[in-house]
Nanobody, 125 residues
Framework: QVQLVESGGGLVQAGGSLRLSCAAS????????MGWFRQAPGKEREFVAG???????TAYADSVKGRFTISRDNAKNVYLQMNSLKPEDTALYYC???????????????????WGQGTQVTVSS
C-alpha cells in the first residue's frame, strides 16, 4: 500500500505557473502508473495527465496539452508542471496511483487504486 500527499497548490494569476508535487510513503512510486486529476466545484473529477510505470509514456487531457507536463523521479515523487494557467484550471488537484498498468496510462478514475487528499489550485483572472 502507498500513501500519497500532494503539495504545491496555491493562488496564482492567469498566465502564471505552479508546480505540483505528489510524495509517496510506503511503497515506492516506481511500482505504479501515476495520474493527476482535478475537480472543480460542482463538477465531476476529471483526468488531467498521467505517466506510465515503465517507459515514461504520458497522456494529457486536451484542455491542458501544451501547458502542463507530468514527470516522475521513479522513486518517491511525481510532479505536474503547470504553465500558462487559466481561471478554468481552478480546482482541487489529486494524484493517484495505478497498480495494474505498466506501459500505458488510463484516464479512468476507476483504474486508480490509491488517491491523495488533494491540493487546491486557484487561478485569478
Amino acid at each position: 500500500q502507498v500513501q500519497l500527499v500532494e503539495s504545491g497548490g496555491g493562488l496564482v494569476q492567469a498566465g502564471g505557473s505552479l508546480r505540483l508535487s505528489c510524495a509517496a510513503s510506503g511503497r515506492t512510486l516506481s511500482d505504479y502508473a501515476m495520474g493527476w486529476f482535478r475537480q472543480a466545484p460542482g463538477k465531476e473529477r476529471e483526468f488531467v495527465a498521467g505517466i506510465s510505470r515503465i517507459g515514461g509514456n504520458t497522456a494529457y487531457a486536451d484542455s491542458v496539452k501544451g501547458r502542463f507536463t507530468i514527470s516522475r523521479d521513479n522513486a518517491k515523487n511525481v510532479y505536474l508542471q503547470m504553465n500558462s494557467l487559466k481561471p478554468e484550471d481552478t480546482a482541487l488537484y489529486y494524484c493517484a496511483a495505478d497498480l495494474n498498468r505498466y506501459y500505458s496510462v488510463s484516464s479512468q478514475i476507476a483504474a486508480y487504486d490509491y488517491w491523495g487528499q488533494g491540493t487546491q489550485v486557484t487561478v485569478s483572472s
